[in-house]
């Protein structure tokens, strides 16, 4: 089985979760989740952005290092949250060197 890593990129409201919830065979990841509570109430926090962002790599790295497929539904229009994505497609690329 071949592990992806699949980026969906656009400005908010653009449709980028519902176009990722399209990929059943991969795992769904997006920063927003970072804000959602165990009872799936959404509790966003201006000032922990950049911790959701840490979140969504961390749990991104450690599905692909399951060999899980990924998509990843994010706006991607700052330049520190292209920064902090970086790590994640070096893991990718690591992993799909080692398969």
Known sequence: MTTTLTLIRGLPGSGKSTL???????THLEADMYFVDKHGDYHYDATKVRLAHNWCQEETQGALLRGESVVI???FIRCWGNA???????????RARSD
Do not use: H
């Open 20 to 26: 990722a919830k399209t990929f059943t065979d991969a």
């Open 73 to 75: 539904s994010n706006t």
């Open 84 to 94: 902090v994505l970086r790590p994640t497609c070096e893991t990718a690329t690591d």
